[in-house]
């Protein structure tokens, strides 16, 4: 079992960045398939991006978040990161990580088997 903490969100005007964190309480490289979910107000909750357990190049974005936002993985400190660029009010909602012991990375929310607490990101226009 492995515990998820995020990190990072906050208050930022449209146009802007933020870089969020999700530290891992255990080791995660090799081991799980990392996500980012988000959940806006009234809203279900949506795939932003994943990164796979071994290779850290093999990404894969949403539609809406492809070019703006990018993952990275530094394994020695079992942290992912969301670098958002870009920001605009849509992109307001609580940003989550996910981790899943899929191989294969995932953009399902079933297919993710460990979720930390959320963050909240605000994008003010």
């Known amino acids: 079992q492995v515990q998820l903490v995020e990190s990072g969100g906050g208050l930022v005007q449209a146009g802007n960045s933020l870089r969020l964190s999700c530290t891992a309480s255990a080791l995660i490289y090799g081991r799980y398939g990392m996500g980012w979910f988000r959940q806006a107000p009234g809203k279900e909750r949506e795939f932003v991006g994943t990164?796979?357990?071994?290779?850290?190049?093999?990404?894969y974005y949403a539609d809406s978040v492809k070019g703006r936002f990018t993952i990275s993985r530094i394994n020695a400190k079992n942290t992912v990161y969301l670098q958002m660029n870009s920001l605009t009010a849509e992109d307001t909602a609580v940003y989550y990580c996910a981790a899943t012991k899929q191989y294969d990375i995932s953009t399902s929310l079933g297919g993710y088997d460990y979720w930390g607490q959320g963050t909240q990101v605000t994008v003010s226009s």
């Open positions: 990164v796979h357990r071994w290779n850290p190049s093999i990404t």
